[in-house]
């Protein structure tokens, strides 16, 4: 007779440590400080300008296997504590039909600019089943990280109403401010329907697998904080609302004086750009009574071009300032700039590795 095997003799496999950005989301303190860099799957990498040689951006955000292929390899090249799902803010209008397309050296350039009632309510609404390139993309990508979470993101209703309204990138924003202040009711009317395509676009990334989401708010920056919460605070905190199971980060450039508001908008982590000391948006964040805030950032993207010791003093000053908080992310104040030396990311990867929390 065959013997039985004696399984239940056998030590249990030791559970998997969990990652330390989550840890860091959380609040509590991981085994070391997690990193990961905006931008950091892009024009930076010589791999990707390879992968992306002859190919429209917009199709690469809509073909599994390349946008697979583009988000692992900073993680296989520097060891960074997360993936961000390879996509654009504007992926989600695309895929609900609206006329937007990437302009190579000036950015999202829309077709029919929307500035009217009428035009918004013309917008199409976003079925889940137009976005199934991205889900497979983020199954794909979970098949290949194994304990390396994965982020997915998404443009903030202001930041995409922007865009809309403009008919592309702005220095000033004068026309969509102009329609915040002079027809509030069609403002409000078309952030609404962003906000609902942005909610679409973040719940089929989590349904599909992300671990993290980030909102992205490029562009509220412009804005008072008196203006923030009345025109844009109501419907990014309704995005926030809607998308469960997940840490949340909120980030912004130049959003120093709207830090409090953006909090209140009811996401775990509050990015920081380089504007502000990171102990000092810790100050700003923090409610009395309240769990200490959990923050993201900050690293002027301009000092990974500087010599290795003024490199290595700014990462350390911004761990330490970090310290203030409840749970600290490391990652720039914005995206990394394309003439970044990629070997320089992954010295400040092993930097911020190999100190403590």
């Not at 403009?166 to 962003?194: F, I, V």
């Not at 599909?208 to 008072?224: H, I, K, N, T, Y």
């Not at 004086?257 to 102990?279: K, S, T």
């Amino acid at each position: 007779m065959t013997p039985v095997p004696d399984t239940a003799a056998r030590p249990a496999e030791p559970a998997a440590a969990p990652a330390p950005l989550l840890v860091a989301a959380a609040g509590a303190t991981p085994a070391h400080p997690p990193v990961w860099f905006m931008r950091q799957a892009g024009r930076s990498l010589p791999e990707y300008r390879e992968v992306r040689e002859g190919i429209p951006m917009l199709q690469a955000c809509f073909t599994p296997e390349l946008v697979c292929e583009i988000t692992m390899q900073p993680v296989r090249r520097h060891g960074v504590d997360a993936a961000i799902l390879f996509s654009d803010i504007v992926v989600p209008l695309v895929a609900a039909g609206i006329g937007v397309d990437i302009v190579p050296g000036t950015g999202p350039v829309v077709a029919e600019p929307v500035r009217t009632e009428a035009a918004v309510a013309g917008l199409p609404e976003l079925r889940p089943d137009q976005l199934d390139a991205v889900a497979q993309a983020v199954r794909l990508l979970r098949a290949e990280l194994g304990d390396t979470p994965l982020i997915g993101f998404a443009g903030a209703p202001f930041t995409l109403a922007s865009y809309l309204i403009e008919g592309g990138p702005s220095r000033h924003h004068e026309r969509t401010k102009a329609l915040m202040y002079s027809d509030p009711a069609t403002w409000h009317a078309l952030l609404a329907a962003l906000a609902t395509i942005t909610t679409t676009f973040l719940q089929v990334q989590v349904a599909a697998g992300v671990q993290v989401v980030q909102l992205f708010d490029s562009w509220a920056g412009a804005l008072s904080e008196r203006d923030y919460r009345e025109f844009v605070l109501p419907h990014s905190s309704r995005v926030l609302a809607a998308v469960q199971g997940v840490p949340k980060i909120h980030f912004g450039v130049g959003t120093s004086e709207l830090l409090p508001a953006m909090r209140e908008a009811g996401a775990d982590v509050v990015g920081v750009d380089w504007r502000l000391p990171l102990d000092e948006a810790v100050r700003r964040l923090t409610v009395p009574g309240g769990p200490a805030p959990v923050v993201q950032g900050n690293l002027d993207p301009a000092v990974l071009l500087a010599d290795w010791d003024a490199v290595e003093r700014e990462v350390r000053r911004i761990v330490d300032e970090g310290r203030a908080a409840g749970g600290h992310i490391v990652n720039l104040g914005h995206g990394v700039l394309p003439n970044t030396d990629p070997a320089v990311l992954t010295r400040v990867v092993e930097l911020v590795h190999s100190l403590t929390p």
